[in-house]
């Protein structure tokens, strides 16, 4: 889990969440304001050059993060630059099913709108979730009044989700001990019995934790204690210029 | 005796019905150290979730401070103050995701002040030495620290009977080692501390009283003193006779130590061996 792991080593870490979750928040609402890709690069460069300048996460880690939404991003916007029912240039035909592929100039530019876009709110949130451990982005939404009970959920799924992980780990060791991926016909089963045991071992934990919180006096509410961390004005005043100057401009230039 | 815990002929099945305890009749003495013993599947921990009222008896009576528990939520809000349970896997416990907000839990449900508790977790995590491990992620902790937390995350609640099931499972030796000064710190502070365990060398250095649970029922309750009922009882069961025990006899056997009193640890044999007076 790289992110989780820069998120508790990196130098912003000491940084209060508020300053961190403004500048994140502005980014992604100047990207997706922006009428053209200028701003949302520009917001991409910032938050960045934030990422790997100013919290020391490595390029290279950096970079590949973002190569899974860059998949997605890439898959999802061939669809609008390129298109079988006509358009400006025919630029080729589907081999086998004679399907014509055309590309127009309004699509391209469509599609770089939104490449760009999605990359200024991908880079503005690879910020937020690679500074800053996720109790502490919870401690920040809550200040937002996001309902208690989604919280409890993302606390408990962030939770049980290394719990599963590691289960899943040293059933797989345990299968390797004992030739279970020795073939492929071996590796499928294996697979399967690693799939069926996850479901049962996780409601079995899920019990076990249930009676672990009711020791401890729970009733019907998951409560913690956050980390005090001092918000000192200057930083939120960087946070707010910073952000804010992108989302001003993404309002102004339209086009 | 002042019994702050008590089991009367209480019987539990599991859902299947399998039995786990039968006619079970167990007192814990306020104040005392005490170790459980018995083998596995003895019924030791489904005894010890009986006395934290997570599970409730099928029939019979579980009693705290001599009166009956009450299986509401103010009677279980109230038992679990007074009783704090730590789980054998530390899994069953953490949940949140990190150390200092997961002993603060505890404190929490009691409606404690935010001061108060931050307070009490800074003092349980200093007090299991965990205090720069606080801002870990739970996950990235070694076993031995999460069982660290797990004991924190309980004794943020201040009980006054303190209920751990294996604490020593799966410590390295010097973790164990510390574990013995640690428990005897939380005896000394007034708690009443009732471990189970599968080392019986633990039991008799440690523990003021001893019992022995066999196949749901009780096979010995008695002071750890009493090394001649003790070792009758874990050797017809195969529990395993204390080291010390055997060595003392032996001992005794060539005239080399004296006295009729076995030594309670490898500690206290040594000291006799090395001064006969």
Known sequence: ?255 | MNAILEVKAVDFCYADGTPALRALDLAFARGRRTALLGRNGAGKSTLLTLLNGIERPSRGQVLCAGRPLRYDRAGLRELRRRVGLVFQDPDSQLFSASVREDVSFGPLNLGLGKDEVRRRVEQALATVGLTDRAERPTHALSYGEKKRACLAGVLAMDPEVLILDEPAAGLDPAMTARLVPLLDRLHDEGRTVIVATHDVDFAVAWADEICVLHAGTLAFHGESRDHAGLCRVLAALELGVPVVFELFAALQRRGVVRGAEPPRSRAELLARLADPE
């Open chain 1, 1 to 255: 889990m790289l992110i989780d792991r820069y998120a508790y080593g990196n130098r912003w870490r000491e940084i209060h969440p508020v300053v961190k979750g403004t500048l994140a928040g502005l980014g992604l609402a100047a990207s997706l304001a922006a009428a053209t890709p200028l701003v949302p690069l520009l917001v991409m460069a910032l938050m960045g050059g934030a990422a790997v300048g100013a919290a020391g996460i490595p390029l290279r880690v950096y970079l590949r993060l973002l190569l899974v939404p860059a998949g997605f991003l890439l898959a999802g916007v061939a669809g609008l630059a390129f298109s079988c029912s006509g358009g400006d240039l025919l630029i080729g035909t589907v081999p086998g099913l004679q399907l014509p592929v055309f590309a127009s100039g309004a699509g391209l530019n469509r599609a770089a709108l939104v490449l760009a876009r999605s990359g200024g709110a991908v880079a503005s949130l690879y910020l937020l979730a690679l500074t800053t451990p996720l109790t502490e982005i919870v401690g920040l939404l809550r200040r937002l009044k996001v309902p208690h009970l989604l919280l409890e959920l993302m606390v408990l799924a962030y939770r049980q989700l290394f719990a599963c992980l590691e289960l899943a780990r040293d059933i797989s060791v345990a299968q390797q001990a004992r030739l279970g991926h020795a073939t492929a016909g071996n590796r499928l089963r294996s697979l399967a019995a690693l799939g069926a045991n996850l479901i049962v071992r996780s409601q079995w934990r899920a019990r076990q934790l249930h009676r672990g919180l009711l020791a401890r006096g729970f009733e019907d509410e998951l409560c913690w204690l956050e980390p005090e961390r001092s918000l000192p004005a200057r930083h939120l005043i960087l946070a707010v210029l910073s952000g804010g100057s992108l989302l001003l401009l993404a309002l102004l230039v339209r086009g």
